[in-house]
């Protein structure tokens, strides 16, 4: 995994107090706006562009400090040498933090926008907290405006970032008018769309790439509602898909699969065929082993190879219904055949892994590999494919 939080070896940033996100530039972005988020990232070179911030690593230390006296230098660990320009980070003078906010090389750039949440899903990747995190949206507000306008794709996530409110449509209007070119995906639970006003007021942003993916686990809206935790979440999330399609909105539904999903799957395919037809995309997803699905592996946890056969048939139904069908983060090897055409490289690269079965494979190129903390649960019928 590639390191995106951590602390500064060193810094020396005079008086200065404030939480800062911080453009890493070099000779050829000095001309970038908003140079006042400029931070020279500094590897030697001898060209030296006038920023206020200098970044550094900490084997460039004393030349740094011997060029750059005047300036606010803050020194990073070998962990972050994998920063480079056009990235951001987010600096915390008086803990010396330091979180990497985007990454201009990556595959995918997801903005958290809040941690609070009105669901306790089972396998939550990011357990909500309820707390007044309202400087992230600020956070991102001060962000946006520094991305290059060639960014490929940047998505929102929380907690529930519908839960922000002003904050939520200041975020996606900054998103339309500094990335207009920019493809810009939400994930939300969907129910605070059952409001027909707020659905209407979030497509009238006008983005011209928007959309918004939405979980439901079960066509049983018991089933639903338990893995959520959350009594009424099914019907209000149904309504919230209806209302954002009948404004014009784009919606892909999510289907994590695990043990409590996969007997349903069939029928939930069945479910969308006959009440959600008109969404954009479906995707079947694998599950991560991080937040509370470690404390609820018990309740979550089966081999993928054991639900094959169901993955295989809900994603057959949604294809032969002309409905736009993914499969996510799942390895070729345990899907079945006749569905690795749908199977997606769909894991953020700063946590996806491979086996060591996977080293001869001759589809690792095409598969999605693994989330890192795989290591804590994997199937036991992992194996390469061999060139024939």
């Not at 480079?84 to 990454?103: W, Y």
């Not at 899903?121 to 909500?128: F, V």
């Not at 006959?274 to 946890?301: P, Q, S, Y």
């Amino acid at each position: 995994m590639l390191r995106l939080s951590g602390f500064a070896a060193s810094a020396s940033v005079g008086d200065f107090s404030q939480r800062v996100a911080l453009r890493l530039v070099t000779g050829q972005a000095d001309q970038a706006p908003n140079r006042e988020h400029d931070a020279y990232l500094f590897k030697g070179q001898t060209f030296h562009p006038e920023c206020q911030w200098v970044v550094t690593f900490e084997e460039h230390r004393p030349e740094a400090e011997r060029l750059f006296s005047d300036r606010r230098l803050v020194v990073l660990p070998h962990e972050f040498d994998h920063l480079s320009e056009g990235d951001v980070i987010r600096f915390v003078p008086d803990r010396k933090a330091v979180r990497v906010l985007f990454r201009k090389d990556a595959n995918a750039n997801y903005f958290l926008v809040t941690e609070r949440c009105n669901h306790l899903c089972l396998m939550c990747s990011q357990p909500p907290k309820d707390v007044d995190d309202r400087w992230l949206a600020r956070e991102i507000l001060d962000v946006l405006p520094l991305l290059p306008v060639t960014t490929p794709f940047l998505g929102i996530t929380g907690g529930e970032p519908t839960l922000v409110g002003e904050d939520f449509f200041d975020i996606l209007s900054s998103a339309r008018d500094h990335l207009p070119s920019t493809p810009v995906h939400i994930l939300s639970n969907g129910r605070t769309f059952k409001d027909r006003q707020f659905a209407e007021r979030y497509q009238g942003i006008g983005h011209p790439s928007l959309s918004v993916g939405i979980p439901i686990y079960s066509a049983d809206p018991e089933v639903h509602d338990y893995v959520v935790q959350s009594k009424g979440a099914f019907d209000e999330t149904v309504r919230g898909i209806m209302n954002l399609k009948a404004v014009g909105a784009e919606v892909e539904i999510r289907v994590v699969v695990h043990k409590q999903t996969y007997e349903g799957l069939v029928d939930l395919s069945d479910f969308i065929f006959r009440n959600l037809t008109f969404v954009d995309h479906v995707t079947f997803m694998g599950l991560e082993i991080t937040g509370f699905t470690r404390a609820n592996m018990d309740k979550l946890w089966m081999d993928p190879y054991d639900y094959r056969s169901e993955l295989r048939a809900a994603v057959q139904y949604l294809a032969a219904a002309r409905i736009n069908v993914s499969v996510y983060n799942h390895q070729l090897c345990l899907l079945d055949g006749s569905i690795h055409k749908y199977a997606k490289r769909s894991i953020s690269d700063w946590k996806n892994a491979y086996m060591n079965e996977c080293t001869s494979c001759s589809k690792r190129a095409e598969c999605g590999g693994f989330f890192s903390s795989s290591h804590l649960a994997r199937s036991s019928h992992i194996s390469a494919f061999q060139t024939k």
